[in-house]
């Protein structure tokens, strides 16, 4: 089997002329991969929109009501930074499915991907920077809820910290949190994840490369995960409008070929959402969010999984 791709074809739900969170950036990104063949049709998959108790495993019956309902209050969507619809809400519950899936298929295949995802910064009874339900948390519980999996290593690079993911498992031995994330940036309040590197404004490629190189290899031989979630947020870019890193193009392929090849010479599943990225440009944005299954792809191949 080719590496599995996890495509959400009702990842297009409108929002208002000019708003800025770019949701066609989900549709265009399993465009250019098709178009430039990283991956075929058949390695993609749909998921389902998954029932309401499985994201109660993380988030409260309250807030899930409140938020598919539409009955959320001002306030708490401002917080998100995203208008309420039926259509973004059921993209939201969509979009949780489908990182269960590509958890499930990672732990089958080795290594999985997935086109949307990496919504690190809600938390149990609201949402937060984008962000509504926990994709990671839930999918984690979820899985562990299965029995298919006991210890889980979330590997964060997202520019900003996964605080809303940090939070749910403070108190959670199962779940090792590890956020490498630019110090001087959103959230201004931190929350502590088991592994914090803040990172210098400005920081290039060697650099960065480097500080995770010093971190990664060892996190994974002390705890030994069944399973690595790894949100591959590209707003550490140079060109990001919320970022304050210096990464290049380059070494952002450099970082997933690092992650990925580091996880999976080891012999540990991995599981790969896209996380963040807000550059001015939607095709720059769509390659840069490439680049982490150009690399899943090269990494797939020459480990013959």
């Not at 465009?31 to 058949?42: F, K, M, R, S, T």
């Not at 090792?176 to 590197?197: A, I, R, W, Y």
């Not at 650099?207 to 947020?233: C, W």
């Not at 870019?237 to 990464?247: N, P, Q, W, Y």
């Amino acid at each position: 089997m080719d590496l599995p791709i996890i495509y959400h074809r009702d990842y297009v739900a409108p929002l208002p002329p000019g708003h800025r969170f770019p949701m066609a950036k989900f549709h265009q990104l399993y465009e250019l991969l098709l178009a430039d063949g990283v991956v075929q049709i058949e390695q993609c998959h749909t998921p389902q929109r998954p029932l309401s108790e499985l994201i109660e495993l993380v988030h409260t019956c309250d807030y899930v009501q409140a938020y598919c309902q539409g009955t959320l209050d001002v306030k708490a969507q401002r917080r998100i930074g995203l208008p309420w619809s039926p259509a973004l809400a059921n993209r939201t519950c969509v979009a949780v499915g489908g990182t269960i899936l590509t958890a499930q298929l990672a732990l089958t295949q080795g290594l999985a991907c997935n086109t949307a995802g990496g919504t690190h910064h809600a938390f149990p009874s609201y949402g937060s920077g984008f962000c509504i339900f926990n994709d990671l948390a839930i999918a984690s519980r979820v899985l562990q809820k299965l029995g298919l999996v006991q210890k889980i290593l979330i590997v964060d690079l997202d520019v900003h910290q996964g605080d809303g993911t940090a939070f749910i498992f403070q108190e959670d031995e199962s779940v090792f949190t590890f956020s490498m994330h630019c110090e001087v940036n959103f959230p201004g309040t931190k929350q502590k994840s088991d592994l914090d590197v803040p990172l210098p404004v400005g920081m290039e490629d060697d650099a960065y490369l480097q500080t995770l190189a010093k971190y990664l290899p060892d996190l994974l031989s002390d705890i030994q995960p069944d399973l690595v979630f790894y949100d591959a947020g590209v707003d550490p870019h140079v060109g990001d409008r919320l970022g304050k890193l210096a990464l290049t193009d380059t070494g952002i392929f450099r970082r997933e070929m690092q992650v990925l090849s580091t996880c999976v010479s080891s012999g540990y599943p991995i599981a790969c959402v896209i996380g963040g990225g807000y550059a001015e440009d939607l095709n720059s944005l769509v390659w840069r969010h490439s680049l982490l299954h150009r690399a899943a792809s090269q990494v797939y191949r020459q480990y013959k999984l």
